[in-house]
Structure formats: structure tokens, C-alpha cells
T-cell receptor, first 114, second 114 residues
Framework: TQLLEQSPQFLSIQEGENLTVYCNSS?????LQWYRQEPGEGPVLLVT?????EVKKLKRLTFQFGDARKDSSLHITAAQPGDTGLYLC??????????????FGQGTILTVHP | DSGVTQTPKHLITATGQRVTLRCSPR?????VYWYQQSLDQGLQFLIQ???????AKGNILERFSAQQFPDLHSELNLSSLELGDSALYFC?????????????FGPGTRLTVL
């Protein structure tokens, strides 16, 4: 069974601070997605990383895929209250009977205080 | 707006009953995925269909079933409902079931079993 461990589970910071969320697994994934979810709504895709060592930037958000494609991180610079939400990482299986399946981490609840 | 639609938004029913949740994927997407999200289990993959055929199965109970129709919309049937089935149910779609597999989520159906 593939597992993705996300840390920290909760993060409460002040506006302007930087933060990093980690997503770790002992399994290799063909790709990894990061989603953001608001209460009562569906997850919204932020980014997909595919290549080991890949770094992608989305404004103040920086995403990195580990060289071995087992881990990933999300770094937010100068966090704003609008960044508040649940951040989820999800790894995609490459083949076998679970082809196409996404394995989700438990999520990180981020609260940014004004 | 992801382009994925789900109905109904909310569903309240009693134990032992049967319900049907409906999902319409984004235009052009052939794959549909169903997920269950509860507070203690996080987002759990249930089942995937690709162009009308079952592609992958996750932690789906025998009381639950799904299908994808020729117009690519999908339905998730939940029967003999129990209190523990209360959760958010999400549908997601992607162009194919490839390993890159960017999935776009609908707004979800909140099921409450009383």
C-alpha cells in the first residue's frame, strides 16, 4: 500500500512569514500533484511535477519534486491571508492494477493571520 | 470552476437507504474518478472509469457501485447506508488515465446519513 505522509498537519502563521510543507513516501510516484481545498469545496489543482528534481514556481509558491520521485515540498514566500486553506499532495501510480489512481496525503491546514 | 459538475450538492437520508450521486466530467475528459473524504480518513480513492470501463479500484465497499455511461457521465450508487458513510463524495475527471494524470475535481456531494 502506498502512503504519503504530509507534515506539518497544522500550520498557523502571521502574514508575511515563509513556510514549507513536506510530502514524503517510501514509494516512487510517476507524478505528484499539489491541491488546495477550501471548506466544503473540491480540491483545486495547483501544480503537477513529473521529473525528479523538478522545481516549479507559481507566483509566491515554489514546488519541488525529489530526485528519487518519492517526496515533494511546497514553499510559500510572504504568506497572505488568502493562502489560508487545506493543502494536499497526491501521488499518481504509473501502472498495474492501480493505474491512474491518486494517493493523497492527509493534508496541511494552513492559517495565515493578518 | 473546474468544469466538473456534481449533483446533488447535499443529500440527507436514513440508514439502510440507497442513494445515487451523479457526475459530469469536463468536456473532452474520458476518465472519471470517485473519492470519499471524511474527517478521520482524508481523501480516499474509490474507483476509476475510463471511457465506460472500470480502470482501477480503491477502497470501495461492496455496498457501493459505480458506472460510466456512453455520454461519459458517471453515477455512484451507495446502498444499505450506514452512519459511517456520511462524508463528502467527490468526482474528478482527467483527459486520460495516464501516469501524469492531472485530475480536476467537482464541488462534491455532502452525504449525511441519519
Amino acid at each position: 500500500t502506498q502512503l504519503l505522509e504530509q507534515s506539518p498537519q497544522f500550520l498557523s502563521i502571521q502574514e508575511g512569514e515563509n513556510l514549507t510543507v513536506y510530502c514524503n513516501s517510501s514509494s516512487v510516484f510517476s507524478s505528484l500533484q499539489w491541491y488546495r481545498q477550501e471548506p466544503g469545496e473540491g480540491p483545486v489543482l495547483l501544480v503537477t511535477v513529473v521529473t525528479g528534481g523538478e522545481v516549479k514556481k507559481l507566483k509566491r509558491l515554489t514546488f519541488q519534486f525529489g530526485d528519487a520521485r518519492k517526496d515533494s515540498s511546497l514553499h510559500i514566500t510572504a504568506a497572505q491571508p488568502g493562502d489560508t486553506g487545506l493543502y494536499l499532495c497526491a501521488g499518481a501510480n504509473a501502472g498495474g492494477t492501480s493505474y491512474g489512481k491518486l494517493t493523497f496525503g492527509q493534508g496541511t491546514i494552513l492559517t495565515v493571520h493578518p | 470552476d473546474s468544469g466538473v459538475t456534481q449533483t446533488p450538492k447535499h443529500l440527507i437520508t436514513a440508514t439502510g437507504q440507497r442513494v445515487t450521486l451523479r457526475c459530469s466530467p469536463r468536456s473532452g475528459d474520458l476518465s472519471v474518478y470517485w473519492y470519499q473524504q471524511s474527517l478521520d480518513q482524508g481523501l480516499q480513492f474509490l474507483i476509476q472509469y475510463y471511457n465506460g470501463e472500470e480502470r482501477a479500484k480503491g477502497n470501495i465497499l461492496e455496498r457501493f457501485s459505480a458506472q460510466q455511461f456512453p455520454d461519459l457521465h458517471s453515477e455512484l450508487n451507495l446502498s444499505s447506508l450506514e452512519l459511517g458513510d456520511s462524508a463528502l463524495y467527490f468526482c474528478a475527471s482527467s483527459i486520460s488515465g495516464t501516469s501524469v494524470n492531472e485530475q480536476f475535481f467537482g464541488p462534491g456531494t455532502r452525504l449525511t446519513v441519519l
